[in-house]
Nanobody
Framework: QVQLVESGGGLVQAGGSLRLSCAASGLTFSAYTMGWFRQAPGKEREFVARISWSDGSTAYADSVKGRFTISRDNAKNTVYLQMNSLKPEDTAVYSC????????????????WGQGTQVTVSS
């Protein structure tokens, strides 16, 4: 079965950096566009970034543009999210997901999800 397993979350001070990883198994990873979403307490899940399977093109939410970088290593079946200049408002559970169809920015367009990893940014 398909499994997506995130790692790399933790507690960091504002201005710091973290690198999240999402290891995939049970699917042809290189054929899937992958996305990162986050959900803060009391808020809806929101799009963070995605990376295309075909040409590696990327897209970001305005709130993270210029600070976060999504990348992938198809040989390792892994997608990454490098997060720099972290802010307290970046605190959330971050999840990776495999894209199916529809708008890249909607969580309902993604089929498989990881369990998430907690990122907490202290001020």
């Amino acid at each position: 079965q398909v499994q997506l397993v995130e790692s790399g979350g933790g507690l960091v001070q504002a201005g710091g950096s973290l690198r999240l990883s999402c290891a995939a198994s049970g699917l042809t990873f290189s054929a899937y566009t992958m996305g990162w979403f986050r959900q803060a307490p009391g808020k809806e899940r929101e799009f963070v970034a995605r990376i295309s399977w075909s040409d590696g093109s990327t897209a970001y939410a305005d709130s993270v543009k210029g600070r976060f970088t999504i990348s992938r290593d198809n040989a390792k079946n892994t997608v990454y999210l490098q997060m720099n200049s972290l802010k307290p408002e970046d605190t959330a559970v971050y999840s990776c997901a495999s894209y199916s169809s529809g708008s890249y920015y909607r969580s309902t367009s993604y089929t498989y999800w990881g369990q998430g990893t907690q990122v907490t940014v202290s001020s």
